[in-house]
């Protein structure tokens, strides 16, 4: 169904909104100033806000645009209001359904109705990764002859996605996932909004937490949640939008879980002490009541690298890797499907062999420098890479490693009155049962060092 009037398109050339289109398009930001979420695009000067604003320069030296972010996050929006603000004709394709034969064929109108008249189009392209290095080509000839200033979206990283000669041109502009703030603002908007629900309904706090978990940072989604429950309100002819209802219009139920209170600390405790105790399963469990609920995927993220660290350590130090490589992966994918990475990585730290031998070292060092026991740097030990070091006797008698057998040279490390001290004590399992053999042979070689 068509989404915009027939009559054709407002005043600045872009497509009138129909009354009948869904939420998310008639709340779809007309300015700037009704941009959530991308503020760091926004400030005076930035590119965006130049190209956007009337009195600016619409091309700012660039001939296309490529707008790389999350879902919802206001990609279509900008390319709306970059043909908004000069009045340009806007003609949408989805990479999903369009061909070359739709480039060739949109781009050819674009070319004749700006040498007939003189105006310009702005070519969108949703989901730009899904076209193939053909269909890319065949948009290179009218970027480069500003036959259409192209507005390209794309959720995956444009340095994989988007062909050499195509990025080279264009100018990326990186849009952030929303907070929780930006997407609670936006639905208050859609209610009081008479574009949206005109005060017609009132939302109850926990349905409105429920829809801020449920929408993530997606703000089409979160629209999306609103619109369907207003609808069940309607249909049940009240005019309050309980929890109750929310579960209705949506089908799914709410999860009890408060980022703020008990459930969150409970069952974040729960996830950590289960990937510690090996039970995966359990894990997956507390894995996935943080998604649904909406936990921020960041902050999972950080929990199992932590957990990396001082539950598997030295047992499995792959461990940390495939924790830290999630961690880098979710930030650049975003959900849904940083929970298969985040699954991966959680399979990987409850299955492995267990060690938390690094962090009681760790602990126990610290331990005693607080209680004072940090004396002295061993002479030989100290730097000597300034003016006067050696005559104070730095460095003096010091035994470089790689020049005696194995590289392991037997002097005085640690300070007087810790010598003999023992922190780092390896477990029998995993890697660590082979560590702690070298470990004993590597402390005879020091003197029992």
């Known amino acids: 169904m068509d989404l915009f009037d027939a009559a054709g398109s407002d005043d600045a050339g872009t497509p009138a909104v129909r009354p009948d289109a869904p939420l998310a398009v008639r709340m779809r930001p007309t300015s700037l100033a009704e941009v959530l979420g991308q503020g760091h695009l926004l ?77 310009e189009t702005v070519l969108f392209i949703d989901e730009v990764h899904r076209f193939s290095k053909t269909q890319q080509d065949a948009l290179l000839p009218s970027v480069e002859n500003g036959w259409v200033t192209l507005v390209a979206a794309t959720t995956e990283n444009p340095s994989f996605s988007v062909i050499s000669p195509l990025l080279s041109r264009s100018l990326l502009l990186t849009l952030r996932p929303l907070e929780e703030g930006d997407v609670r603002e936006l639905v208050a908007r859609a209610l009081a909004d008479e574009r949206g629900l005109g005060g017609r309904f009132e939302l109850d706090d926990d349905a409105a937490d429920h829809l801020v978990r449920l929408a993530g940072a997606d703000a089409r989604k979160a629209l999306t949640i609103l619109e369907a429950a207003a609808g069940a309100a309607g249909a049940a002819e009240v005019d309050r939008i309980d929890l109750a209802t929310m579960e209705r219009a949506i089908d799914v139920a709410a999860v009890r879980y408060d980022r703020g209170g008990d459930q969150h600390y409970d069952v974040t405790s729960a996830f950590i002490k289960s990937m510690r105790g090996s039970d995966v399963d359990a894990a997956l469990h507390y894995l996935a009541r943080m998604i649904v609920a909406g936990e921020d995927p960041r902050f999972i993220a950080r929990r199992i690298v932590i957990a990396a660290a001082e539950e598997v350590g030295m047992a499995d130090p792959t461990a940390l890797q495939t924790a830290v490589a999630a961690a880098q992966a979710v930030a650049l994918i975003g959900m ?114």
């Open 43 to 119: 400030e005076p000067g930035a590119p965006l806000r130049r190209l956007v604003e009337p009195s600016g320069d619409a091309r700012v030296g660039a001939s296309s645009v490529i707008l790389w972010g999350p879902p919802g996050t206001g990609k279509t929006t900008l390319a709306y209001l970059v043909a908004h603000a000069s009045g340009r004709r806007f003609v949408e394709l989805s990479a999903v359904t369009a061909g070359v034969k739709d480039v060739r064929q949109v781009v050819e109108d674009a070319r004749r109705r700006l040498v007939a008249t003189g105006g």
């Open 336 to 449: 849904p499907e940083a929970s298969l990475i985040l699954a991966e990585a959680v399979v990987h730290i409850a299955t492995a062999p267990k060690s938390n031998a690094s962090y009681a070292a760790i602990g126990e060092a610290i331990a005693d420098v607080r209680a004072g026991k940090a004396g002295p740097v061993p002479m030989h030990l100290r730097d000597t890479h300034y003016a006067g070091a050696k005559t104070l006797g730095h460095g003096a008698e010091y035994v470089y490693a790689h020049d005696v057998p194995h590289a392991i040279a037997a002097q005085q490390y640690l300070p007087d009155e810790l010598v003999g001290r023992r922190y780092y004590e390896p477990r029998p399992r995993g890697l660590e049962r082979e560590i702690a053999g070298r470990l004993d042979r590597i402390r005879d070689m020091l003197g029992g060092r």
